[in-house]
Each structure stands twice: as structure tokens, then as C-alpha cells.
């Protein structure tokens, strides 16, 4: 038996609304993608009409992505004319893409702490702005050296506060079962309720102090 080669069938061309309409790309980017070499549309001779084929559809979606992740048109370019190596593009950018991330970093880090400092614009102290032009990067380390010093300190305090509370939950517990086991069965009404409202004043109370001891 015989196989017949089926031939795929050929996209016939599509006009420029079309494209549009399929890849998310406003006409104008798509004639000024093929202004800067990216894209080679043919033209219909009897209308002079752009025609657009499936390759030229999926190239636009691949440039689409590209300028997305913020690649330059003109390393696109370079790109699809094989004059550079798209994994190679794309290494360098993750640099540059470091070294903003690091930037807005620091900017973030000043940021905050004039913020912090309420100041109004004729008011930002000298010496500050001395510290930050002399070595914005040594001085945003420094910044952050503290802040990562701040949340460790924080974080201590917050163990020594649970630890504390830790002990006189403990403790409290201890009165209340002495309280149900022993005071009951010799007091009265009246003082039992005395006998535990002490207990809750004097346990609140040590809370508070322990909370303003290390606070300070």
C-alpha cells in the first residue's frame, strides 16, 4: 500500500489588524519593529498592503518576551541576525539587573531612614549628606549592618519576653492549682474570690514590670 505524503497545509497571510489581534503588539510597535530590522513583512503587489506570515507572528511574540525582561531593541536585533547569542544576552542582563536591584536597595535603605527622620527639606544635616556623597554604598552597608542588628536585638527581646511569660504562666498555674486544692477547703466565698483576684492583679503586674524592664 501506498502512503500519500500529506503536505502541511501553508498559513495564508494576514494582514497587519490581524497580528495585532494575536499577539497583543499595537500596530505601531509592529511597523516600528520592522523600521528597526526585527521584522521583514512582505507586501501584497497589487494593494501594497503588509502581509504577515506565521513565522513573522511567532518572531513578534519571541521580541514581545524579550522586551518584556526589558532586552534592548537593538541586542534583539543582534540576536535574530546571529551576530550574538541570545544566552549570552541574557547573562549580561541578569548583571545589570543585579546591580539596579542593588541600587534601588540602597536607595530604599536612605529612604527610610530620612523618613524616619521627619525632616523637612532644608533641615537634612550636613554631615548626613557628607556621609552619603563621600560613599553611598559604604554608608547603605552600614545602614544595614544596623537595621540586621536592630532585628537582632528585637528578635532577643522578644525570646526574653516569652521566656518570662513562659515562667509566670507557670507560676500562675501552680497558684491556681493550690488554689482549688488547698485555699477552697479553708476559705470562704468572700476570700477565695479575694485570694484569686490577688493572684491575677499580682501576676498582670509582673508582666508589666518584666515587659518595661526590658524594654529599657
Given at each position: 500500500?501506498?502512503?500519500k505524503?500529506?503536505?502541511?497545509?501553508?498559513?495564508?497571510?494576514?494582514?497587519?489588524?490581524?497580528?495585532?489581534?494575536?499577539?497583543?503588539?499595537?500596530?505601531?510597535?509592529?511597523?516600528?519593529?520592522?523600521?528597526?530590522?526585527?521584522?521583514?513583512?512582505?507586501?501584497?503587489?497589487?494593494?501594497?498592503y503588509?502581509?504577515?506570515?506565521?513565522?513573522?507572528?511567532?518572531?513578534?511574540?519571541?521580541i514581545?518576551?524579550?522586551?518584556?525582561?526589558?532586552?534592548?531593541?537593538?541586542?534583539?536585533?543582534?540576536?535574530?541576525?546571529?551576530?550574538?547569542?541570545?544566552?549570552?544576552?541574557?547573562?549580561?542582563?541578569?548583571?545589570?539587573l543585579k546591580?539596579?536591584e542593588?541600587?534601588i536597595?540602597?536607595?530604599?535603605?536612605?529612604?527610610?531612614?530620612?523618613?524616619?527622620?521627619?525632616?523637612?527639606?532644608?533641615?537634612?544635616?550636613?554631615?548626613?549628606?557628607?556621609?552619603?556623597?563621600?560613599?553611598?554604598?559604604?554608608?547603605?552597608?552600614?545602614?544595614?549592618?544596623?537595621?540586621?542588628?536592630?532585628?537582632?536585638?528585637?528578635l532577643?527581646?522578644?525570646?526574653?519576653?516569652?521566656?518570662?511569660?513562659?515562667?509566670?504562666?507557670?507560676v500562675?498555674?501552680l497558684?491556681?492549682?493550690?488554689?482549688?486544692?488547698?485555699?477552697?477547703?479553708?476559705?470562704?466565698?468572700?476570700?477565695?474570690?479575694?485570694?484569686?483576684?490577688?493572684?491575677?492583679?499580682?501576676?498582670?503586674?509582673?508582666?508589666?514590670?518584666?515587659?518595661?524592664?526590658?524594654?529599657a
Amino acid at each position: 500500500m501506498i502512503k500519500k505524503n500529506k503536505s502541511r497545509k501553508k498559513e495564508p497571510p494576514v494582514k497587519i489588524k490581524e497580528v495585532e489581534n494575536q499577539t497583543g503588539i499595537t500596530s505601531h510597535n509592529i511597523r516600528f519593529y520592522e523600521k528597526e530590522h526585527l521584522i521583514f513583512p512582505q507586501r501584497n503587489p497589487m494593494n501594497g498592503y503588509r502581509e504577515y506570515t506565521d513565522a513573522d507572528v511567532k518572531l513578534l511574540n519571541r521580541i514581545k518576551l524579550l522586551r518584556i525582561l526589558d532586552i534592548s531593541v537593538s541586542e534583539i536585533r543582534e540576536c535574530i541576525q546571529g551576530r550574538k547569542n541570545l544566552s549570552d544576552v541574557l547573562r549580561i542582563h541578569m548583571d545589570d539587573l543585579k546591580t539596579e536591584e542593588q541600587r534601588i536597595r540602597q536607595n530604599q535603605l536612605l529612604c527610610e531612614q530620612l523618613a524616619g527622620l521627619e525632616l523637612d527639606i532644608n533641615e537634612v544635616p550636613d554631615n548626613l549628606l557628607k556621609q552619603i556623597f563621600h560613599n553611598k554604598e559604604a554608608y547603605c552597608r552600614q545602614l544595614e549592618q544596623l537595621k540586621k542588628q536592630d532585628r537582632i536585638k528585637s528578635l532577643i527581646f522578644l525570646s526574653r519576653q516569652s521566656i518570662c511569660i513562659l515562667g509566670w504562666l507557670f507560676v500562675m498555674i501552680l497558684c491556681l492549682y493550690f488554689y482549688f486544692e488547698l485555699f477552697t477547703a479553708y476559705m470562704t466565698l468572700p476570700f477565695q474570690l479575694i485570694a484569686l483576684s490577688m493572684i491575677i492583679v499580682v501576676f498582670v503586674c509582673m508582666i508589666r514590670i518584666i515587659y518595661y524592664n526590658e524594654k529599657a
